[in-house]
């Protein structure tokens, strides 16, 4: 079993910047990977960006560049720095853990950009 608690959501300004963190727990030495997802009202949950335990990353499409992931194994967290932000950044951001046997979710932390 993997805990994931996210921290760091709020509200900001568009062109402005937010840092998310998500710590895990538990059976975490059954990771590979973990990531961000994201959640707008209506829409589905999509990609946002993903890093392996190895420090592979990859993005979504729309991240453009605003956005890094990163990851600190010895504290097992991972973070999302995001610059740049924009009003359809907009959404529940979600934490992934991959293992082997599922994925993990955390609880979400909600991000508004406002115009």
């Known amino acids: 079993q993997v805990e994931l608690v996210e921290s760091g959501g709020g509200l900001v300004q568009a062109g402005g910047s937010l840092r998310l963190s998500c710590a895990a727990s538990?059976?975490?030495?059954?990771?590979?990977?973990m990531g961000w997802y994201r959640q707008a009202p209506g829409k589905e949950r999509e990609l946002v960006a993903i890093i392996s335990s190895g420090h592979s990353t990859n993005y979504a499409d729309f991240v453009q560049g605003r956005f890094t992931i990163s990851r600190d194994n010895a504290k097992n967290t991972v973070y999302l720095q995001m610059n740049s932000l924009k009003p359809e950044d907009t959404a529940v951001y979600f934490c992934?853990?991959?293992?082997?046997?599922?994925?993990?979710w955390g609880q979400g932390t909600q991000v508004t950009v406002s115009s």
């Open positions: 992934l853990a991959q293992t082997s046997f599922r994925n993990y």
């Open positions: 538990g059976s975490i030495f059954s990771i590979y990977a």
